[in-house]
């Protein structure tokens, strides 16, 4: 089986493509020109360039039965709000209708947890949904009208099944995501304090297997989340410490200080030409648990439940070996 994957660079996907191709699949892979293909070295595995906009998709996968349409864009920066409609929103309308015009006989679209949002002093879970004007930023705004646009196209006859991964932990974290840049600061021993914050997460190769269960077994149109442990920032700074032999910050941080720190970059100092390292939406994100259940598809599709320090180990190796 030939299978066409979108967002193969990128942290989720170069581990997807790694995955089919050892479970005998075919793959080709969409690209950007700007794409570095660097997590793609020596795969043995066919190559398009192009656009999620595009026009010249449906070619572009003729002769693919699935697809794979991990592509997002990811930005928190409040400048970046056109640029996220734009790839997130509108490409996967586009990619899902190229889909269907070139024959694919299943996608699986991967989501988020941000679609879903935060469930305020609990757990949430697929039948859990965020009011939109509730989710925080445009990042996660852009995910869930991106996820309404597979419904769509499901109730239109399409055959797709959702997955919402939490926070993956692993290699081939280039760019990196913010929690790979959590594991860089950190080993960079830049993190003198931490704030009060809470994530689910999941090893990366976990979700690779996720995505491949889910086109197996996952029912048309439904979602499932693609997690394992909640953790609070605190206990995942424990667990590098332990791995690391490195001290873990011991002082929290109050809300106001980086949120004015991000005001100030993101209004002010950008006007001047500084580019912002502190988002105000992360910030705001930060208040906020980011706890989810993951029993659908443990239960449902067999989902992985992989150790949780492994992968930490293997991302402080990989992020070791490219940074240091």
């Known amino acids: 089986m030939k299978a066409f994957v979108t967002g193969g660079t990128g942290f989720v996907g170069a581990n997807l493509v790694r995955l089919l191709l050892q479970q005998g699949y075919e793959v080709r892979a969409l690209v950007r020109n700007s794409s570095s293909l660097d997590n793609l070295k020596s795969l043995d595995l066919e190559i398009v360039t192009g656009d999620l906009n595009s026009g010249e998709l449906s070619q572009q996968m003729s002769g693919c039965q699935v697809l794979f349409h991990v592509a997002a864009q990811y ?19 586009n990619i899902l209708k190229c889909a269907q015009e070139a024959g694919i006989e299943r996608t699986v679209y991967t989501s988020s947890v941000a679609a879903i949002g935060v469930k305020q002093n609990g757990i949430a879970d697929e039948t859990y949904q965020s009011p939109v004007d509730k989710l925080i930023g445009d990042y996660k705004k852009s995910k869930y009208y991106a996820e309404q646009e597979a419904i769509k196209a499901v109730q239109q006859g399409q055959d797709i099944v959702i997955v919402n991964p939490s926070t993956p932990i692993g290699a081939f974290d280039r760019k990196p995501t913010p929690t790979g840049e959590i594991i860089v600061r950190f080993l960079q021993r830049k993190m003198p304090f931490y704030v009060d914050t809470g994530l689910n997460l999941i090893n990366v190769k ?20 693609l997690g394992n442990q909640n953790l609070t920032f605190k ?41 912002p390292t502190v988002a105000i939406d992360g910030v705001r994100m930060s208040q906020q648990k980011m706890f989810y259940d993951a029993s659908k598809a443990v239960h449902d599709l067999g989902l992985p439940q992989s150790d949780l320090d492994q992968a930490l180990i293997e991302a402080t190796n990989w992020f070791s070996n490219l940074v240091f």
Do not use: F, M
């Open 75 to 93: 930005s928190l920066w409040q400048a970046d709000r056109e640029l996220l409609y734009r790839n997130n929103v509108l490409g996967t309308r």
């Open 235 to 275: 206990q995942l700074l424990g667990k590098l410490a332990t791995i690391t032999g490195l001290p873990a910050p011991k002082y929290t941080i109050p809300y106001w200080i980086p949120y004015t720190v991000a005001w100030v970059e993101e209004n002010v100092l950008v006007k001047v030409g500084k580019p």
């Open 206 to 225: 976990d979700v690779a297997w996720g995505h491949i269960l889910a086109l197996e077994k996952g029912q048309t149109g439904d979602r499932y989340i």
